[in-house]
């Protein structure tokens, strides 16, 4: 009887009937998912004709979805969990993570559907096994499956249905690790995906942490140092006004002067900061810059949301950076700037009606705007962005920075 | 004179009214914030009311909103708002909806009593003050407007200090001109934006707004 204590200790597990319950659902569970498998497969076969094409294409998004369901069953039973997959990629014939999926609806079914069928079957046969020698007395065959002759031979029967019984939970085991093993594999974001991103998390509080310090430096220096700068120059102001000592009026007349200069050069630095126009949104301040500008220039900005602080500030000294550029090599009249988003990007455009040559002006001089617009690609490229500029000689020049939206 | 003050720091606001009150002007309230600013307009009917743009609560803009409250109720009182940045927008915003009795000063310019000084009283009498920094601004930018486009440039340079709130012996002072030749300057100025002939100060206003609104 020691086998079948053994079988119970087993048996009596929480973590045996959770894997039982999960291979045995699963090969209901993942009915839909490998239909979609095979219809996938089927589409490969019809990728010839753009039906298929657009078959496959839609498959694959669906299969980008599957990741979720099988974690939501695996979280529930197995507690595994796995981390979301990354987002779609622009082309879906090529999102290796759909692919993957779809492999995984396919093979994960073969898996757990065999798997669930011996199960079954040797749930089944161990039961009856085990259970023989009360068959044999009562003189009831159930299966018609056992030929034993004696009473004693039910007995070597129902050992071999405890041992059967026995192996079962870690035949069980063996296939959720395979399982497992398949969902690393297939369905887990790949260990690159993994560290790209955690960089991109780390790179974005990153940014809002710098953002944050500029925005909280400027704040301090405006309301701190320029405060209490003024209120010195305010007493100076009272000294001179008092006093009926020349010397002592002209020291303080020097002394004020020298606020005014610090006072000029604080505003001068906390500018090249954080432009606090940005505080009243991206149209105040870059309709501000455009009034600086030496060259008129029209602002429209057209947004369904606040971009985050990193991504207002780069658009701003982007537009600063290129209407300087626009006054001094264009030649232009007028400029045009412009903002606008969609679904996923943000789109800053900045047109003039010069004589363009911008790249060759910048290859010609080696210097100034060279230096500015290679600043201004780099800038865009922290953000996860792109500037293109277009200057045909005779013009015009039209500069586009493109910015991953995040609002 | 008799002015309220809004300011939020502290000690800048009493430096004001100990500066105000010894260049013999009567400084009625001394607030910090926009509303506690409307309620002592309403019960003092000041002159004149010197406001910050950022105040509490929000940081932003209240100063300004609070300047443009008053401007609206309250025909009679000047504003004189002070910025800690040269925003033109905001001096637009003063400026187009007000001909005179407004005045937009940087906030360095207290350090420069005179000035200061000279801006509020200006105000509170019914003209216009404008920071030399926003003229600048405002001045480098070649306007749109065909008839700005037609100033030359010395005509250019007086319409900024029209702008700022001068006066025509003012600028021939500032420009080492006779009185006599800005005034020929002026009315070319003012033949250029084709404003008909009227009573002059209300035109030099006009000619300030059609070069803020460029």
């Known amino acids: ?407 | 004179m008799r002015v309220a003050i809004a300011e939020d720091n502290p000690l800048l606001r009493d430096g004001i009214v100990l500066l105000l009150g010894e260049h013999d002007i009567e400084v009625v309230a001394a607030v910090s914030d926009g509303a506690a600013l409307l309620e002592a307009v309403k019960k003092e009917q000041p002159d004149a009311a010197v406001v910050d743009v950022r105040m509490p609560p929000t940081h932003t803009d209240e100063g300004l909103r609070a300047a443009l409250t008053i401007r609206a109720a309250y025909p009679s009182i000047g504003v004189l708002v002070f910025s800690q940045w040269v925003e033109t927008s905001y001096a637009r915003r003063l400026l187009s909806e007000n001909a005179g009795k407004v005045g937009y000063l940087l906030k360095d310019r207290i350090v420069s009593t005179d000035e200061f000084v000279g801006a509020l009283r200006r105000v509170a009498d019914g003209g216009t003050a404008l920071d030399p920094e926003v003229v600048r601004h405002l001045l480098a930018a070649p306007q749109v407007d065909a008839g700005l486009a037609r100033l030359s440039a010395r005509e250019r340079e007086i319409l900024g200090l029209l702008a700022e709130g001068r006066s025509n012996v003012a600028i021939a002072e500032s420009l080492h001109l006779a009185e006599r030749s800005v005034e020929k300057h002026v009315t070319a100025i003012f033949t250029k934006l084709d404003l008909i002939h009227d009573r002059s100060d209300h035109r030099r206003v006009l000619a300030v707004l059609r070069y803020l609104k460029g």
């Open chain 1, 1 to 407: 009887m020691s086998g079948a204590a053994q079988v119970y200790r087993v048996w009596a597990t929480g973590r045996w009937w959770r894997e039982l319950g999960f291979v045995l659902s699963g090969a209901v569970l993942r009915l839909p998912t490998f239909a979609l498998a095979l219809l996938g497969i089927a589409a490969c076969a019809l990728s010839v004709v753009i039906f298929g094409l657009a078959l496959l294409t839609g498959l694959l998004a669906l299969a980008r979805r599957t990741p979720r369901y099988f974690r939501a069953v695996a979280r529930k039973l197995l507690g595994q969990d796995w981390p979301d997959v990354e987002p779609a990629s622009s082309f879906p014939l090529a999102d290796s993570t759909a692919w993957r999926a779809l492999a995984y609806c396919f093979l994960g079914f073969v898996l757990i559907y065999t798997a669930a069928y011996l199960t079954i079957i040797a749930l089944g046969s161990g039961l009856a096994a085990l259970t023989y020698p009360i068959w044999w007395f009562l003189d009831v065959n159930p299966l018609e499956a056992l030929d034993a002759h004696t009473w004693a031979q039910t007995w070597i029967a129902a050992g071999e249905g405890a041992l059967l019984l026995f192996a079962l939970p870690w035949f069980i085991r063996l296939v959720v690790l395979a399982d497992s093993w398949l969902v690393r594999t297939l369905l887990q974001p790949s260990r690159a995906a993994r560290r790209i991103a955690q960089l991109e998390a780390g790179r974005a509080a990153l940014q809002a942490d710098a953002a944050a310090l500029l925005r909280r430096v400027e704040r301090d220096l405006h309301d701190g140092t320029q405060a209490r700068l003024v209120s010195l120059g305010v007493q100076l102001a009272r000294i001179e006004h008092k006093t009926d000592q020349a010397e002592v009026r002209d020291l303080a007349a020097d002394s004020r002067d020298t606020v005014t200069e610090a006072l000029t050069e604080l505003r001068d630095i906390v500018r090249g900061l954080h432009p606090p126009a940005l505080d009243d949104g991206l149209e105040v301040a870059l309709s501000t810059l455009a009034g600086r500008s030496a060259v008129p220039a029209a602002v429209a900005v057209d947004l369904a949301g606040r971009p985050p602080d990193a991504t207002a500030s780069a658009i701003y000294f982007t537009v600063a950076e290129l209407l300087t550029n626009v006054a001094r090599h264009a030649g232009a009249t007028r400029a045009w700037i412009t903002v606008t988003d969609d679904a996923t990007r943000l789109m800053l455009t900045v047109r003039d009606d010069g004589h363009g040559g911008a790249a060759e002006t910048s290859g010609a001089d080696g210097s100034g705007a060279g230096t500015g617009l290679a600043g201004l690609m780099r800038r865009a490229a922290a953000l996860d962005g792109e500037l293109h500029i277009a200057s045909p000689a005779g013009g015009p020049t039209i500069v586009t920075m493109t910015l991953p939206r995040e609002y």
